[in-house]
């Protein structure tokens, strides 16, 4: 139960006492009030009755008296009226019969007036004649103090009412910033540092409230300014100095990672431009010209297609690479002559002297068997042509790589994947993560795979970017999702945390994504122990609409993280934001590790950052066991894939 | 509360008591308050010459009588002061002085303590005829539409009320007027409207007399010294 009802209950239910007690006092007081002027009243009563009767009695005028008594008992204030003679015989005996009563019972049974007869004595000079003894009727005082109770407890609870009314306000003002401070502890839990912007009155509140924005700040500051030293360093690193555009190290990394993420890649172009008398240019200018025009040439190629993330560096001297993905021919094509056509109007614009000619060689491909050697030398031989042809024009080819990986082997995928989603040839395998700490299972990463005819496991790398390209990426994830899930279900030995990847394209599709939400509704237990793993390349297009997904499946349960972390610019950023599980560590930064002094750094770097956001790093592709010694000495939480981590069929 | 003296035994006085009484009234004031204790044990331990109670009670009557028409009579203006004062018995013995109420309860409680049944004592407002002023007498009823003894501090005679006829009878009273229950007049007396030998008198509540009431106060009070 709240703070808040508590105390509301326990001060209302105090006030419900204290009403309680002041109707009872009332209502007691006046019932002792009207008792004694009921017994004053009958003893006024029996006195003057005994003075009256004194006459009579001593002439034995029996009916005289009789009419005497009469004359006073039936004003009806009397219960009964008895007069008797000195030897206790009764000589007169009035009785009110009793009536009934429109009171409830459990009134007169609980009030219970006491009406004691009250004597007095005749007599008459010195001789003692009899007494008279009068009882008063409680029939009046009981409608009387009916009517005093009813009133009083009429306006008790309509004052009651009313208090409870301005204490209910009055509370609710005061707990009003504990509402927000609760949320904003419960924010800080889950490591997300925010303040409490509420400024409460009470003194207690509003000191919890600046401890809590103190610590917030303090700790959001720490980890705000460790990412900005090492985005800075991360800039220096893969920045071209001059242009400010990426530096042939950075464009290498980025774009094999795109490579080898052949998932969320399908297609893509990669333009290489070369200024071609830049040579000729830096003599006759010299090199602060030479430096202007570099730069301007970078301007140019960046703010072309501005609304598209894209790669773009300075490779060496006058030679720089742009790569798109997922885009089709046509649009590559229109990047290619929009790139063209800016360069053309803004360097020959400047009215040098001399005319600034360049070359613009592109190579398209889809994914399948491609290298980034392979892409380079196409685009190369492209540029070469470009140049030659001396009208700084674009010069785009398809790259090849595989013959059969064409239209007629793209549609032998479509039916191999449909077939096998008809033929419910669809499994998947297990790969344990084990913590360095103390060798336990962190968790089990799910790796799709299609069994082929022939009985060989196809793994999701080789089918899925088919599968995407079918639109069957939504099949086969469902369908996978559900194996799982069942196996899980059914397994309940096998304990702890799932990991499960899934296209970027599937959380896209709104029908997918109503399924995946029910599902996960209708399987609480597994989904609570499930985490969907993105590549960073495939989410950080849309940062917004990853935030909702999260925000989703948060609330069902299931969690977050990132595959492949660790080369897109906003990679820090978005950890702060979106606050994934855990992050894999891009395997561009494991594979020289024990050479490379900077992925050591980088790797560092990414613990410090992580630690106070609590965020595990698990690092896969691991090729040497020195490199496991190493990465448990950065401070990585768990390793994938090394000698015991081999993927293997667990049902 | 007042002491209730269901069987006669004398007056008990705690040392408290006696050294208030010593301090205010002095060592007379409390030597006459002993004496009533004694007076009291006395009649009770006397050899009684007649076997009936009526006699014996009759006896008891002159005594008491007696013993406080020794004391001298004060208006209450000037012995204590205001208009109308009731005293209580030991107010009375240790100030040495009353009026003719004081008189009228010292005679009343000592009767009681000696075990006369407060039904057969009246303390009765009177009009005296050749003084033309207010009295108090207490009356005595052996039965109760008897002619009762009248025991007054204007004379140590008692004699029957129809003797007394310089006395005009207004209004009477006692402890039992207040109704108490279980207890009223008709269940104390036996089926020859007389009164019951072994009737066990307790006294009422309180009484419509505010200065009754007061008094009955005060004796309680002395009672706690």
């Not at chain 1, 397994?491 to 896209?508: C, D, M, V």
């Not at chain 1, 390793?639 to 993927?647: C, D, E, K, S």
Request: hydrophobic residues 40%; glycine residues 6%; proline residues 3%.
């Amino acid at each position: 139960m709240t703070m808040f009802k508590q105390i509301f209950i326990g001060i209302s239910l105090g006030f419900l006492f204290l009403v309680a007690g002041i109707e009872l006092i009332y209502v007691n007081n006046a019932r002792t009030y009207i008792q004694e002027q009921l017994a004053s009243h009958s003893q006024d009563a029996s006195t003057s009755l005994s003075m009256v009767l004194s006459s009579s009695i001593s002439d034995g005028d029996i009916v005289r008296a009789e009419t005497i008594v009469n004359a006073m008992f039936d004003r009806g204030y009397y219960q009964s009226i008895l007069i008797i003679n000195t030897r206790g015989d009764t000589l007169i005996r009035k009785n009110l019969p009793s009536t009934p009563t429109a009171l409830p019972a459990w009134f007169i049974s609980h009030i219970r007036l006491e009406t004691p007869p009250t004597e007095s004595m005749i007599s008459k000079g010195w001789t003692q004649l009899g007494r008279v003894i009068v009882t008063s009727s409680p029939q009046l005082a009981y409608l009387q103090l009916w009517h005093t109770m009813v009133g009083v407890s009429f306006w008790l609870l309509g004052f009651y009412f009313i208090a409870l009314l301005g204490l209910y306000f009055f509370l609710k003002n005061i707990f009003k910033p504990l509402k927000e401070i609760e949320q904003v502890a419960q924010a800080i839990c889950e490591r997300d540092f925010r303040i409490v912007k509420a400024k409460p009155k009470t003194s207690e509140l509003s000191e919890v409230v600046k401890a809590i924005n103190t610590l917030s700040t303090k700790i959001s500051s720490i980890i705000e300014s460790d990412i900005n030293t090492v985005n800075q360093l991360r800039y220096e690193a893969n920045t071209d100095a001059l242009t400010k555009l990426d530096n042939r190290r950075s464009f290498e990394q980025q774009f094999k990672n795109n490579l080898d993420n052949q998932t969320d890649i399908g297609s893509g172009v990669l333009f290489l431009v070369q200024i071609a008398n830049f040579m000729e240019f830096n003599f006759a200018k010299g090199y602060i010209s030479g430096d202007s025009l570099l730069k301007l040439t970078a301007s140019t190629i960046s703010s072309t297609w501005k609304e598209r993330n894209f790669i773009r560096s300075r490779i060496n001297g006058a030679t720089f690479a742009i790569a798109a993905f997922n885009l089709s021919h046509d649009e590559a094509a229109d990047f290619g002559l929009a790139i063209c056509e800016h360069l053309n109007h803004d360097i020959n614009l400047r009215a040098y002297e001399l005319e600034i000619t360049f070359g613009c060689g592109a190579t398209y491909f889809r994914n399948g068997n491609v290298t980034l050697g392979g892409l380079m030398g196409e685009a190369d031989m492209a540029m070469l042509q470009s140049v030659s042809s001396g009208n700084n024009s674009l010069v785009l080819l398809d790259y090849k790589a595989d013959p059969d990986d064409g239209d007629m082997g793209s549609i032998f995928w479509m039916q191999f994947i449909e077939k096998a989603l008809n033929e419910d040839r669809l499994t998947f395998l297990a790969q344990p993560a084990i913590g360095f700490k103390d060798s336990s299972r962190l968790q089990f990463e799910m790796l799709g795979r299609i069994i082929a005819e022939n009985g060989e496991l196809i793994p999701a790398s080789t089918f899925m970017p088919m599968a995407i390209r079918h639109n069957l990426n939504t099949l086969v994830d469902k369908k996978l999702i559900q194996k799982i899930f069942h196996f899980m279900n059914k397994k309940i030995e096998i304990t702890g945390q799932i990991a499960i990847n899934l296209s970027i394209r599937s959380i896209h599709d709104y029908e997918f994504m109503s399924w995946l939400t029910s599902f996960l509704t209708s399987h609480s237990d597994v989904a609570r122990r499930t985490v969907f793993e993105f590549t960073e390349f495939g989410f950080v297009e849309d940062l917004d609409y990853m935030r909702k997904f999260i925000e989703k499946i948060r609330r069902l349960g299931s969690n977050f993280a990132v595959d492949n972390f660790g080369l897109h610019r906003s990679a820090f950023d978005y950890l702060q934001t979106l606050r994934p599980a855990y992050i894999k560590l891009s395997p561009i930064f494991i594979k020289d590790l024990l050479q490379n002094h900077a992925s050591q750094f980088f790797i560092s770097s990414v613990v410090s950052i992580t630690k106070p956001l609590e965020i595990g790093i698990i690092a896969h592709s691991i090729e040497h066991e020195e490199s496991l010694e190493l990465l448990k000495k950065l401070g990585v939480a768990g390793y994938q894939g090394y000698a015991t981590g081999i993927p293997r069929l667990i049902d | 509360m007042l002491p209730v003296f269901l069987f006669a035994s004398g007056i008990e006085y705690s040392p408290e008591l006696l050294r208030y009484i010593g301090d205010r009234w002095g060592d007379k004031g409390q030597k006459n308050v002993l004496n009533w204790n004694q007076f009291i044990l006395a009649q009770q331990s006397l050899p009684r010459l007649h076997s009936s109670k009526l006699q014996i009670e009759h006896d008891e009557l002159i005594a008491d009588n007696l013993f406080w028409n020794r004391i001298p009579y004060f208006t209450d203006k000037a012995h204590w002061g205001i208009d109308d004062y009731w005293a209580t018995p030991i107010e009375t013995l240790g100030s040495n002085g009353g009026d003719c109420e004081d008189y009228s309860i010292g005679k009343y409680f000592t009767l009681k303590s000696l075990g006369i049944p407060i039904q057969k004592l009246r303390i009765v407002y009177v009009r005296a005829r050749t003084r033309n002023e207010p009295h108090m007498v207490l009356a005595y009823y052996p039965e109760p539409d008897a002619d009762p003894f009248i025991l007054d501090n204007l004379t140590n005679q008692i004699l029957p009320a129809s003797k007394r006829t310089d006395l005009d009878p207004i209004f009477s009273f006692n402890d039992d007027d207040l109704w108490s229950e279980g207890q009223n007049i008709a269940s104390s007396l036996n089926d020859e409207g007389r009164w019951s030998e072994d009737t066990q008198f307790i006294s009422g509540k309180s009484s419509q007399i505010r200065l009754w009431r007061d008094l009955l106060a005060k004796m309680a009070l002395e009672q706690t010294f």
